[in-house]
């Protein structure tokens, strides 16, 4: 989903110890990944990587789409973006 419509749960830091930044190209015009694919990679990527202990469950993940205001954006959300 757009970052704006997360419920306020989905914002939280707890002081993780590391942070991986996800930015990945557009599908379409108006949604990066209309079927998950790009998400399911991720998942399966992240996955891996807690398995081989590169990460670890308090890793931040700050994924674009879903961590910066996507259009229409009020005025606020321009600001922040």
């Not at 079927?35 to 996955?47: F, T």
């Amino acid at each position: 989903p757009r970052c704006q419509d997360l419920p306020n749960y989905a914002w939280r830091w707890i002081g993780g110890d590391d942070m991986v930044v996800v930015s990945h190209p557009w599908i379409t015009k108006d949604h990066p990944d209309p079927d998950g694919d790009q998400l399911e990679a991720l998942v399966s990527a992240l996955d891996r990587m807690e398995a081989d202990e590169k990460i670890t469950g308090n890793t931040g993940v700050f994924y674009d789409y879903c961590s910066l205001p996507q259009r229409e954006r009020n005025e606020k959300e321009e600001s922040l973006f």
